[in-house]
């Protein structure tokens, strides 16, 4: 069985705390997406810290993607699926165009595990918003993707990245970490529980 490692709220307040910085001067975000439902948290606290005096918060918008299966064999554990399923997505049709073409739009998730996930957004939110640029006569700016993620599991990837946003380092982990099973606070049904379990064992 994997190794469990308990992460507290505390925790990653302070991860989104220490990343800002580099993603509000290098990433300039217009538009944060947030892939759920592990990414929802951090966008939210993320933002708190991006917002600059005297201009609005910067917007939110969420898509929904499935990878994870629990096996339902050892307890809560889950492994990782082979399969990107949309369970939310963004709609095109309503959704104010100018809210995506030629904007920076940060991606953030919890964790970067086998990175399928990661591939599966930005190629898909690149194609989405690409055909929406082109529909509205292919003028302006082509949107410029980031991605920010908690924690990064230093392990052989299957998935990939672009290779001018690796080259452009518009990919930032606050912490790279082994391959361990991370669990995160919004996971858990029993939060003192948790909390105690990471006073014991845990990852900054």
């Known amino acids: ?5 308990y992460v507290t709220y505390n925790q990653v307040h302070k991860l989104c705390q220490t990343s800002a910085d580099r993603i509000l001067n290098d990433f300039k975000p217009t538009l944060i997406i947030a892939i759920g439902g592990g990414g929802y948290v951090p966008a939210r606290i993320l933002r708190s810290f991006l917002k600059r005096p005297g201009s609005a918060n910067i917007p939110i918008q969420a898509i929904g993607l499935s990878l994870y299966e629990n096996l339902g064999r050892d307890g809560p554990i889950e492994t990782p699926g082979t399969k990107v399923t949309r369970t939310q997505w963004l709609d095109l049709s309503s959704l104010e165009m100018s809210n995506l073409i030629g904007k920076n739009i940060l991606i953030v998730d919890e964790v970067d595990d086998t990175r399928t996930t990661l591939e599966y957004a930005v190629k898909e939110l690149e194609k989405d918003v690409e055909t929406a640029r082109q529909k509205l006569g292919g003028g302006g700016e082509r949107a410029r993707f980031s991605i920010f993620v908690l924690h990064n599991k230093d392990k052989t990837k299957k998935g990939r990245l672009p290779q001018d946003m690796l ?30 379990l990471a006073a014991t064992q845990t990852i900054e």
Request: glycine share 0%; hydrophobic share 35%; with cysteine.
């Open 1 to 5: 069985m994997a190794t469990k490692v």
């Open 167 to 196: 080259d452009e380092s518009r990919y930032l982990a606050a912490r790279t970490v082994d391959d361990v099973w991370i669990c995160y606070p919004w996971e858990a049904t029993d939060i003192d529980e948790h909390d105690r």
